[in-house]
């Protein structure tokens, strides 16, 4: 592999926008912006968080590229910035379901998989929602 410069660059860069995706909520917030643009407001219930909390999230996905936002009077609307960042959330998705299903006979014993921690029952469980009404 060349370690140029250029290609040192591609990679922090990865690593900053895989940092963002930590959160879970800053996941929520992706989600729930698949299928059309979203006031603070709007996203705030949709998460179920607390107005001040869910702008701090997304002015943290602002500043990573991965949404943008447009004003009108008062309201701030949130929209994808990288659609395309929502096929590498389903990847990320379709592995811990995988990893959620192997664990779920022995859920009364100890788990199979020793890289999913403990507390895996606060992960979503099921499909990720496209664009419907939440």
Known sequence: MDLDDDTLDRYRLHAEICKVLTDPKRLMLLDTLRGDERSVGELAVAIGVALPNASQHLAVLRSAGLVGSR???TTV??????????DACDIIHAIVTRRLERVAPTRAGSPTEPSLRADHRQVRRGPIRTGAAR
């Open 71 to 73: 004003r009108t009077g």
């Open 77 to 86: 609307n949130y929209r994808l910035a990288e659609p395309a960042i929502t």
